[in-house]
T-cell receptor
Framework: GNSVTQMEGPVTLSEEAFLTINCTYT??????LFWYVQYPGEGLQLLLK?????DKGSNKGFEATYRKETTSFHLEKGSVQVSDSAVYFC????????????FGTGTSLTVIP | DGGITQSPKYLFRKEGQNVTLSCEQN?????MYWYRQDPGQGLRLIYY???????QKGDIAEGYSVSREKKESFPLTVTSAQKNPTAFYLC?????????????FGPGTRLTVL
């Protein structure tokens, strides 16, 4: 079946530190992979996506590379800001009946000045 | 501006009462979804609909009901049969069955049972 596993949180970093949030997946076919971000009390917003192996998604300084050989899609940012404090969700979508998304449990990030 | 609206933002209900959460989208998306989010947890799929007048149960459909009479609307009813309804509810939509298309989310409704 399909599933997504994210690193446990919460994560606390100082401003300008390097961020990595690990995400691995299990899929029966060739999924697309996504990172979403959720700010307190709000819905989820798409941060970036990759649709095939070796694709790199990037947005607002965040990057993630679709690694088929390690079934991973780790999120990275070189220098975090206080405004990056949020919960980050890794997700996959695969063509199957139902056209569903599969989300990880989310990783909470707090950036302190 | 295109997007998804959910109302109300906060909702309170007494035990034993049914309550309906609204979800409207003007993105002309075919597919719509309802998720439940509990504190510190991920999203769990309640119901989804790929076309008008058709919907399927997700992982936690018990105690919930939906309808899809119009493409732009997908209301969720939380019935008295739902044992623990206090949660944050998120509605989402998606353009088509293309795997690469992302889901767009509404701002959510926080339901509290008193």
């Amino acid at each position: 079946g399909n599933s997504v596993t994210q690193m446990e949180g919460p994560v606390t970093l100082s401003e300008e530190a390097f961020l990595t949030i690990n995400c691995t997946y299990t899929a029966t076919g060739y999924p697309s992979l996504f990172w979403y971000v959720q700010y307190p009390g709000e819905g989820l917003q798409l941060l970036l996506k990759a649709t095939k192996a070796d694709d790199k998604g990037s947005n607002k300084g965040f990057e993630a590379t679709y690694r088929k050989e390690t079934t991973s899609f780790h999120l990275e940012k070189g220098s975090v800001q206080v405004s990056d404090s949020a919960v980050y969700f890794c997700a996959l979508s695969e063509t199957r009946i139902g056209n569903q998304f599969y989300f990880g449990t989310g990783t909470s990030l707090t950036v302190i000045p | 501006d295109g997007g998804i609206t959910q109302s109300p933002k906060y909702l309170f209900r007494k035990e034993g009462q049914n309550v309906t959460l609204s979800c409207e989208q003007n993105l002309n998306h075919d597919a719509m979804y309802w998720y439940r989010q509990d504190p510190g947890q991920g999203l769990r799929l309640i119901y989804y609909s790929q076309i008008v007048n058709d919907f399927q149960k997700g992982d936690i459909a018990e105690g919930y009901s939906v309808s899809r009479e119009k493409k732009e609307s997908f209301p969720l009813t939380v019935t008295s049969a739902q044992k623990n309804p206090t949660a944050f509810y998120l509605c989402a939509s998606r353009a088509s069955e293309l795997v690469s298309n992302e889901q767009f989310f509404g701002p959510g409704t926080r339901l509290t049972v008193l």
